[in-house]
């Protein structure tokens, strides 16, 4: 219940910031720096270095790289016969295909399932969100703001493996055998919790309601898919085509059913990618997903 408080609370506060003038219109640029060059490498490098890997959990792992392949797949042909520009396609793309596999995920986890569940959530969230956004995020966010211009592949693969976050990940996986200074470990961490109220208030910032006006259409296509449409092929994947059950199952299905994730739509932004778009989708999928999460939850049940 705190973490769903302090998402509101978050989420208000830039709102409230926008409205009074207190902060320059340039403010949202700034915190996403800081949020993608320090509170998300850090939690990176804190999060990772204590996972305890184990073979059941791969399914877990792979969830993310499923799902933003269904959901590039999707959004590519939804952009294709809508004629959506590049900015726009990218923005479903980040949004729609990407699950807040953390900040919502791991409370959500907590709440339905129990924290003896927490380590599915964390190796889908860390080995899988994470690292699927590092690469494949970086690459489809800078392909769609690159319009007009040639794709040099040179200079996408230096951006990638300069990526703060993507840089992080690989050290924190070759530090696992080594133990942290207990002065680094808080310092990480506390570096770390500063990811989520500078990303809501960077989204709650740019939040403008009156831009929903002529976006209904594509932010239903885009909820629908990260809440209902890319969830089920997930489930149809992991429990159909590989008749796995149980547990495991139920959570990485549950994580892929959460609301858009913030550091996607953090990066999207960063590339400039219809940010109206990218805060509509965040903004009203991440309270509208906690109740589609009680749909899923008993559908699991049933299923799973």
């Known amino acids: 219940m705190n973490n769903v408080i302090l998402l509101v609370a978050c989420f208000a506060l830039g709102i ?3 409205a009074s003038g207190r902060l320059p219109e340039t403010a949202p640029s700034a915190l ?5 060059n320090v ?22 792992a792979l ?10 797949a999707f959004f590519w042909t939804v952009g294709r016969v809508l004629k959506l520009s590049r900015p726009t396609t990218g923005a479903l793309m980040l949004t729609g295909s990407f699950a807040n596999t953390s900040f919502i995920g791991l409370p959500m986890i907590e709440a339905w399932y129990g924290p003896q569940y927490l380590g599915i959530g964390i190796v889908a969230d860390q080995l899988g969100s994470y690292m699927v956004l590092s690469t494949l995020g970086v690459l489809v966010a ?27 990940l ?13 002065w680094l470990e808080t310092l990480l961490r506390r570096l770390g919790t500063t990811l ?8 709650g910032f740019q939040l403008r309601l009156s831009a929903i006006r002529g976006r209904i259409p594509l932010l239903a296509v885009g909820l629908c898919f990260k809440l209902v449409i890319g969830p089920a092929l997930v489930l149809a994947v992991l429990a159909g085509l590989f008749a796995q059950r149980g547990p495991v199952i139920r959570i990485t ?3 892929a059913a959460m609301g858009p994730m913030i550091g996607a739509a953090i990066i999207a932004m960063d590339h400039d990618l219809d940010p109206s778009l990218v805060t509509l989708m965040v903004g009203i999928g991440i309270p509208l997903s906690f109740a589609s999460l009680a749909g899923w939850w008993w559908l699991l049940q049933s299923l799973t």
Not at 39 to 60: D, F, G, I, W, Y
Not at 63 to 72: C, D, I, R, T, V
Not at 170 to 182: D, I, K, Q, S, T
């Open 16 to 18: 409230v910031l926008r």
């Open 32 to 36: 996403n720096g800081f949020v993608v």
């Open 39 to 60: 509170s998300l490498p850090a939690l990176t490098l804190v999060t990772v270095h204590h996972l305890e890997l184990a073979p059941q959990l791969a399914l877990a």
């Open 63 to 72: 969830m993310p790289w499923l799902l933003f392949g269904l959901g590039a």
């Open 142 to 168: 800078g392909l769609c703001a690159s319009t007009g211009t040639r794709f040099d592949l040179r200079a996408f693969v230096r951006k990638i493996v300069s990526f703060a976050p993507f840089v992080s």
């Open 170 to 182: 690989l050290l924190a996986l070759a530090l696992m055998p080594v133990g942290y200074p207990e």
């Open 196 to 203: 989520v109220p500078l990303a809501l208030v960077s989204v």
């Open 253 to 255: 299905v549950f994580e």
